[in-house]
């Protein structure tokens, strides 16, 4: 199966001016963000190693989406 890279825009496509925002306002948001970048990119790479190393990139890039959602989903509420 295949990675089909995506940017945090493209996961969350309803919410970039909410995500413009915060990647210039919030300094947690940032940091998830680029380890959101680091791990897409990196599991993208990945297809073609190990199953486990994969496997392992893709639960971590799914916390991050949960950490980056929940991130947005505060920020509207405010």
């Known amino acids: 199966m295949s990675h089909i890279s995506q940017n945090i825009h493209d996961a969350f496509p309803g919410d970039a001016e909410t995500i413009?925002?915060?990647k210039a306002?919030?300094?947690?948001?940032?940091?998830?963000?680029a380890q959101f970048e680091a791990i897409d990119h990196e599991t993208a790479g990945a297809e073609t190693g190990?199953?486990?190393r994969s496997e392992e990139l893709k639960k971590r890039r799914l916390v991050l989406l949960d950490?980056?959602?929940a991130v947005i989903s505060d920020a509207k509420a405010v």
Do not use: V
């Open 20 to 22: 413009t925002r915060l």
């Open 25 to 33: 306002e919030n300094a947690h948001f940032q940091k998830l963000a």
């Open 50 to 52: 190990s199953d486990a």
């Open 67 to 69: 950490e980056i959602a």
